[in-house]
């Protein structure tokens, strides 16, 4: 009984707008054409994403960015950690400094990637001519495969140490006495680190790959400064084609029914991870 | 709360009620208009000046300047959302050149047929912008053309068609010294790359729908001029694949900075590259309507802002007054010679006081007002206009050929058309 209100106040802020949008995603509900109504279409709203090449399109973009980015976010990070981990003068500042990247608005650094990768004298294209890796300047926005880089390596720069802080926090869980016994044993570094560091760290990696997956999946900022989604739609991920369709056509069913598909999609992913990892979240382990 | 914080608090209640009947008495008395429009700097303050005017020769009539965003795409979202509320206000609005023909067909704004506005004096094209099923629904305001930006110094004469334009720059950039790039214009993927792009069609003789509607963006002729436009960039390459990220500004700094033979822009870049201490090229170019190609004619994009009355306003008569009164040849010259926006009728053109205004190139803003053609005036233009964003640059990036990239593109504008019941409403508007 003591619950109630708790429950109360989620239902009203978290049960009330998602069963809203359901409700309109069942509508033909287009802000700019009042001659059509707002008529009841049952699943017609699905059914045209399911037909829509450019929702599965988007879908394969934002599945393409998350892994790749997740990826080596992972692995940096993890790098990052083991290296903060260790005990050395100015650890704090270090670990301070790192956090930079992190504290930068979204919009912001999107900008800043944007310009050192935009025209063909933009600074990236001097470094790789310089170096010899590049001929000569080439135009980075009209290529799907090149549009992709500045858009992954600005999500890496950003989000690597935010990644880094999260593992860091799981390391420091670790009982120093453990490390100190398999060293008695004759253990090296990367025994230590496969048997004893990783399979402790699995609540810290589980918690960073779940908040990265589904920002992963959201992602939006980053690719409209950079990219808008472009060249055509080759780097457009779900997030941005929603948006397009609620904001910009103004077309409320079918953007609301869009919404419904990528909350489907995030609460499976987030119910896989805790699945597969066999952790329950706030629990002891299985 | 105690007793006297209540009385307090319902006290200070009924002041408010009895000011909010006091508002509509007044209301009763004369009318009050909201007007919405561009309402910053120079701008906002030409547009005060003669709302104040207004009031003095129309006493029983009060208007307040109600600010909305200045970027498009916000204020067209903000109308939208009033008027599906059914807002009285602002009483007028000021809607972009292919808003005009949405607020219509959703019943937002009125016909203005019964006003008997001077539809004559107003270039063909702005009317042909504004009409939706036979009714013209706005008056144009103020008008923008693209235009073609020459260097007179590398290429004196203007091309005669695209071809020649094509060759011009071509001789121009290898000169000793010549400029990087022989054509810029907008080719990112946004609104400006259809403006591009109806020039090029118009120059080839195509056009995106025919009369009754019905897409015809996939027929040889826009194909020509997708190929022409492609040729640009990957054949003759007088146009650096840059402009394909390009908008606007990026296209005015190129020329700006003595690094283009031609450009293509609005009427807007003349101004800050007259001024020889930022512009390299002050003093060194001209611009005239874009060239045609063969089977085609010189075609400009048309821009610009017209004024139409909301729908759910309370005095439409009183708007009428004052859209008629802003949209008078005296306050179009006012706000020629205060911000440079070029009239919407064409007879101001030869008027002394405009010629006498700004060092802009008048006559040759007329031939390609002449020429202008507006997007396709349809409810749906928003919806088609991004379909046809991401074909055309599809095609433009070489992810598609381009007929491939125009038939998808006609291919999803009539599903569009289908689904927004647009031949049900075209046959009804029609009786």
């Known amino acids: 009984m003591l619950v109630t209100p708790a429950l109360a106040v989620i239902a009203l802020i978290a049960i009330f707008p998602l069963g809203w ?215 457009e991920p779900v997030a941005l084609y929603t948006f397009n369709a609620l904001l910009q056509n103004l077309r409320f069913g079918y953007g609301s029914a869009l919404s419904v598909v990528i909350f489907a999609i995030t609460f499976g992913l987030a119910l896989l991870y805790m699945k597969g990892l066999g952790v329950r979240l706030g629990g002891e382990q299985r | 709360m105690t007793r006297e914080r209540v009385i307090a608090f319902f006290a200070a209640a009924t002041m408010l009620l009895l000011a909010a009947c006091d508002g509509g008495n007044a209301k009763k008395r004369g009318s009050t208009l909201k007007f919405s429009g561009s309402g910053l700097g120079a701008e906002g303050r030409v547009v005060s000046r003669q709302i104040e005017r207004f009031m003095r020769l129309n006493p029983d009539i009060r208007v307040e300047l109600q600010q909305t965003p200045d970027d498009a795409t916000q204020r067209h979202q903000l109308y939208v959302q009033w008027l599906n509320a059914r807002a009285g206000n602002p009483d007028i609005l000021q809607l972009d050149v292919v808003w005009t023909a949405e607020f219509a067909a959703a019943g937002w704004i009125l016909p203005l047929g019964r006003f008997k506005p001077p539809v004559a004096d107003f270039f063909p094209a702005t009317v042909e912008a504004n009409t939706w099923a036979g009714e013209l629904y706005a008056l144009p305001w103020f008008v923008d053309v693209g235009l073609l930006y020459r260097r007179t110094d590398l290429v004196p004469v203007e091309p005669s068609n695209l071809d020649e334009l094509v060759k011009q720059a071509r001789a121009a950039m290898s000169r000793p010294g010549g400029p990087r790039y022989g054509f810029v214009w907008q080719g990112a993927r946004y609104e400006g790359l259809i403006t591009t792009f109806v020039e090029y069609l118009g120059a080839f003789g195509g056009r995106i729908l025919d009369e009754r509607g019905e897409v015809v963006v996939n027929r040889p002729e826009a194909v020509r001029a997708v190929t022409f436009m492609r040729d640009e960039l990957y054949g003759s390459r007088i ?149 046809l964003q991401i074909e055309l640059h599809r095609a433009l990036v070489r992810q598609a050929e381009p007929q491939e990239a125009l038939n998808s593109a006609a291919k999803r504008i009539d599903a569009l058309i289908e689904r927004t019941g647009m031949r049900r409403l075209a046959r009804e508007a029609g009786k």
């Open chain 1, 21 to 235: 949008t359901v409700w309109e995603s069942l509508h033909m509900h287009e802000l700019r054409m009042p001659w059509l109504g707002k008529p009841f279409i049952g699943l017609d709203n699905y059914a045209e994403i399911a037909g829509d090449p450019r929702f599965w399109a988007a879908l394969g973009h934002t599945a393409f960015f998350t892994v790749v980015s997740i990826a080596l976010e992972f692995l940096l990070g993890l790098f990052l950690a083991l290296a903060m981990n260790r005990v050395f003068r100015g650890r704090g500042f270090v670990r301070a400094a790192v956090l930079v990247p992190w504290a930068i608005p979204t919009v912001v650094a999107a900008l800043l990637w944007r310009f050192m990768f935009e025209s063909q004298g933009g600074i990236a294209n001097a470094l790789l001519v310089d170096v010899g890796i590049l001929d000569q300047p080439i135009v980075w926005f009209i290529k799907t495969t090149t549009a992709w880089v500045p858009v992954i390596l600005a999500d890496v720069w950003k989000t690597t140490p935010f990644v880094a802080l999260l593992l860091l926090a799981g390391l420091q869980n670790i009982d120093l006495t453990l490390y100190e016994a398999a060293a008695v044993d004759g253990a090296n570094g990367w025994w230590q680190l496969r048997h004893i560091t990783l399979p402790l760290l699995k609540p810290a990696i589980l918690v960073t790959l779940i908040f990265r997956t589904l920002d992963g999946f959201r992602v939006f900022d980053l690719i409209y400064v950079l990219t808008g989604g472009g060249p055509g739609t080759s780097t």
């Open chain 2, 239 to 387: 146009a650096p694949l840059d402009v394909l990220t390009w908008h606007e500004e990026e296209a005015r700094f190129a020329f700006q900075n003595g690094n283009a033979v031609f450009m293509r822009n609005w009427p807007y870049a003349v101004e800050p590259m007259s001024d020889s201490a930022s512009s390299r090229v002050a003093g060194k170019y001209a611009v005239s309507p874009m060239p045609a190609a063969q089977g085609g004619r010189s075609t400009a994009a048309l821009g610009g802002a017209q004024l139409a009355i909301n729908r759910y306003s309370e005095s439409p008569a009183a708007a009428y007054r004052l859209i008629a009164f802003i949209t008078a040849p005296e306050q179009m010259i006012e706000r020629a010679q205060a911000v440079g926006q070029y009239p919407t009728r064409s007879a101001l053109y030869d008027d002394p006081r405009l010629r006498a205004a700004r060092s802009i190139p008048w006559d040759q803003a007329k031939r390609a007002i002449e020429s202008a053609t507006p997007r396709p005036v349809t409810p749906i233009y928003n919806e088609m206009s991004e379909i």
